[in-house]
């Protein structure tokens, strides 16, 4: 994974639910993204969450609904 340029924000991330049915689990995430020299526009975000959503398919195995 190649690391972000410094200027990159970070999202904050929580667990904010946990659901257990059976052998299943299901995890509702809350994710801040910030950055402290400027306002972030929907793209940027967009683009992160793209990012995020892809490392979760390719690394973990897990399901995004």
């Given at each position: 994974?190649r690391?972000?340029?410094?200027?990159?924000?970070?999202?904050?991330?929580?667990?904010?639910?946990?659901?257990?049915?059976?052998?299943?689990?299901s995890?509702?995430?809350?994710?801040?993204?910030?950055?402290?020299?400027?306002?972030?526009?929907?793209?940027?975000?967009?683009?992160?969450?793209?990012?995020?959503?892809?490392?979760?398919?390719?690394?973990?195995n897990?399901?995004?609904?």
């Open positions: 994974i690391r972000p340029p410094r200027s990159t924000p970070k999202p904050s991330s929580a667990a904010s639910d946990v659901y257990k049915r059976q052998d299943k689990k995890i509702a995430l809350g994710l801040i993204f910030q950055s402290k020299s400027r306002t972030l526009n929907d793209d940027e975000i967009d683009e992160y969450m793209l990012k995020i959503n892809q490392l979760i398919l390719k690394e973990m897990l399901i995004i609904r």
